[in-house]
């Protein structure tokens, strides 16, 4: 009876066990592409906002079609988020000269970092400045906002 009444006391702490070290669930699929956890390199610039997300485009040249498809589905990404709207900024990073963006466009010159990181698509940046995902100019924008959705609704604490 004794051995009974332990078994059934360590078999919560022994399936936690198991589950913990050998059937960790796997991440749902994802529309984007996972960046290891760093910082983004343009984090430290003046002017980059601090405290909420960040949907980052990097341009190296003049801003051609691509980039304004690019600019409207960001736009649209970030008003779709309802109420976490105003968690989510828009930021350009540039090499050429300073221009004004549309409205709601954060515009920052970085020419040496524009020409580097440069990449047909933009990324999403986390509150604390570090890169979470890239997301390329041919995702699907609906589901990109559906994951960013999720995203910032499990990490709304940041």
């Known amino acids: 009876m004794l ?9 919560p702490v022994l399936a936690a066990w198991v589950l913990f070290r050998g059937a ?3 991440a749902g699929p994802r529309v984007g592409e996972l960046l290891p956890t760093r910082r ?63 409205a709601g466009l954060l515009v920052l010159q970085a020419p040496q970092l524009a020409r580097r990181l440069a990449a047909p ?10 890169q979470v995902m890239f997301y390329r100019d041919s995702d699907d924008p609906g589901a990109v906002i559906a994951e960013i959705a999720r995203l910032m609704q499990i990490n709304n604490a940041l």
């Open 3 to 11: 051995l009974l009444l332990s078994l059934l006391c360590l078999a």
């Open 24 to 26: 960790v669930a796997q």
């Open 40 to 102: 983004f390199a343009a984090a430290s610039l003046s002017g980059w906002p601090q405290g909420g997300w960040s949907l980052v485009e990097v341009i190296s040249g003049p801003c051609a079609a691509t980039c304004q498809r690019r600019e409207w589905v960001l736009r649209q990404i970030r008003l779709a988020q309802g109420e976490q709207t105003e968690h989510l900024t828009r930021i350009r990073l540039q090499s050429g000269a300073a221009a004004h963006g549309p």
């Open 121 to 130: 698509g933009y990324f999403l940046i986390d509150p604390l400045g570090n």
